[in-house]
């Protein structure tokens, strides 16, 4: 008589059920399709698509603050600055 005996493939018993049941990431991955991770409690994302502490922009959006560099009166400033220096190494030339 033979007799196959199978060995059970399930594990210990796992509650997956609250995190099946989360909702999902709104993301799309590379590919197009939705990204099927849980989202991070309180956020629409999941960790890995903007859902983790301290992620995206700083508030205020101080990167957008313009520095003055390119304003026309800073340029303006700039060339008298240059002319100045100019003149006055033309005029160190002169001195015997």
Do not use: W
């Not at 999941?46 to 990167?63: E, I, L, V």
């Not at 060339?79 to 190494?89: G, I, N, P, V, Y």
């Amino acid at each position: 008589m033979n007799l196959i005996i199978q060995k059970s493939m399930a594990g210990p018993r796992r509650n997956t059920e609250p995190m099946l049941a989360s909702p999902r990431c709104g993301a799309k991955t590379r590919s197009g399709k939705p990204c099927m991770s849980p989202a991070v409690s309180g956020k629409r994302r999941c960790r890995m698509h903007g859902g983790a502490t301290g992620s995206g922009a700083p508030r205020g959006n101080k990167n957008a603050l313009k520095s003055g560099f390119y304003i026309r009166q800073r340029i303006l400033e700039r060339r008298r600055l240059q002319d100045f220096l100019r003149q006055a190494r033309a005029l160190i030339k002169t001195i015997p």
